[in-house]
């Protein structure tokens, strides 16, 4: 494991995740009814109460607002963006939250140049190969959000990890907190010393039990012969774990 070394600011984003941590809870709203469905369970995409999570996204949610009132105008900034065409599909949802139809229309603006030129040289081009090579993925820089979202996740994984060691007081604020995705837990562990990552991977192992054994009682309730019983705790695991088991 490679043990991370303190940077300038890890002490404010150590905080800052404690803080999250405390505050995190129950991330999903259970069906009153006697069925476990996706239909009849009122759930929101993407809420999950991971304190890293919950951090990454803001600091997403900062970086986006601090590109579109400040560099829209830049022209290096312009250059990669055109490079890395526009944001990805799962971050082009936070444009709107932005609210700034005038950085969406001078960026987009610029995209839609870029795709009439390529289409236009495609176009007229008069060489099947040429052709193919215009319309081919030739692998566009990085979405600005998801390089804030990797940015962030380091930063805070990284302080997390290091708090770990240096600081008693974190450890009973994650025995008591709803927990990390998996996702987190893999890269803080990765981060931290051989026994502070063996200390945190066995309070999550042991929520990942009792997930696991809820997601079993889902499965057996859908069994026709227990259907009469009535749904407990359980029956939101099904959500629990799409935000809990996260892949990178």
Aim: charged fraction near 25%; glycine fraction near 6%.
């Amino acid at each position: 494991m490679a043990v991370v070394k303190p940077v300038p600011g890890q002490e404010a984003d150590l905080a800052d995740i404690i803080t999250a941590l405390r505050q995190s809870g129950s991330a999903v709203i259970s069906s009153p009814g006697n069925t476990a469905s996706f239909a009849e369970t009122d759930v929101s995409p993407g809420v999950t109460d991971c304190a890293i999570c919950v951090l990454t996204q803001r600091s997403v949610d900062r970086s986006l607002r601090a590109f579109f009132t400040e560099f829209v105008n830049d022209p290096a900034v312009r250059i990669d963006f055109r490079k890395a065409q526009g944001f990805c599909a799962s971050h082009t949802p936070l444009l709107a939250s932005c609210g700034d139809a005038l950085g969406v229309a001078i960026l987009y603006a610029d995209l839609a140049d870029e795709v009439l030129r390529r289409w236009r040289s495609g176009a007229a081009s008069s060489g099947k190969r040429a052709f193919a090579r215009l319309f081919s993925q030739s692998g566009p820089l990085p979405c600005p959000a998801c390089v804030a979202q990797s940015e962030a996740e380091k930063r805070y994984t990284a302080a997390l990890a290091r708090g770990l060691s240096q600081t008693e007081e974190l450890w009973p604020v994650l025995r008591e907190c709803s927990g990390l995705c998996v996702n987190h837990v893999d890269q803080t562990a990765a981060l931290a010393d051989r026994a502070s990552a063996a200390r945190l991977l066995e309070i999550e192992c042991q929520r990942i039990d009792r997930l696991a054994a809820e997601l079993q009682e889902i499965i057996r309730k859908n069994d026709y012969r227990f259907r009469g019983e009535p749904w407990g705790p359980e029956r939101d695991a099904w959500r629990r774990a799409l935000l809990r088991i996260t892949r990178p």
